[in-house]
């Protein structure tokens, strides 16, 4: 099954910052952003919309965090990312293709493992590549190694999976920023 991966540049210092904030104005302006109510959906849940202002709500409040929400926390983190960050696009992959770089495959599931945002009991342990949604980042510095790895190996342009993941990497250089990755089917 084919997912899409959606890129931010941000650093995961300031995506964290924002979990306990109460920063209202923000909170106030996703809220209020079409993306919220068309985006989410089309998942077919009539209380998705729903799930995932409580799980915004949960995360500027700094918890109380529910198992239940899970995947609307990792969708609420996303439209975070939205209202922060630059949009780097996105690229459709397969988990499992035998081409798929590395580095991409991390910018999708590197946080799977890790529930610091919020932390929920079981977050980890709820998702795998035949969940619907996950999310991972490079840092800075890491983007900086992977770069000096691929330049003058990757043509330029986003002709493949290679050229998308080079020219993040350029652009998070470029920023001085993390690159953070949220995909769905």
């Known amino acids: 099954m084919s997912q899409i991966l959606h890129v931010y540049f941000l650093d995961l210092a300031e995506l964290e910052a924002v979990v306990g904030s109460k920063d209202e104005k923000l909170l106030d302006r996703i809220l209020k952003r079409s993306r ?33 929400l899970a995947s609307n926390y990792i969708e609420a983190l996303e439209l975070i990312c939205d209202a922060l960050a630059a949009n780097g696009g996105d690229v459709q992959f397969r988990f499992g293709d035998r081409y798929l770089p590395e580095a991409l495959e991390d910018l999708a599931t590197s946080m799977m493992g890790e529930d610091p945002f919020p932390s929920v009991p079981g977050l980890a342990a709820s998702f795998n590549v035949a969940e619907r949604n996950g999310w991972g980042y490079m840092s800075k510095e890491s983007c900086a190694e992977e770069l000096e790895e691929w330049e003058g190996h990757v043509p330029d342009g986003p002709d493949d999976l290679d050229g998308y993941l080079i020219d993040w990497l350029r652009e998070s250089k470029t920023a001085g920023k993390d690159i953070i990755g949220f995909w769905g089917g």
């Open 36 to 68: 919220l109510s068309v985006t989410f959906r089309s998942t077919g849940q009539d209380d998705h919309v729903e799930r995932n202002k409580t799980a915004l709500r949960a995360i500027f409040a700094g918890g109380r965090f529910e198992e239940g």
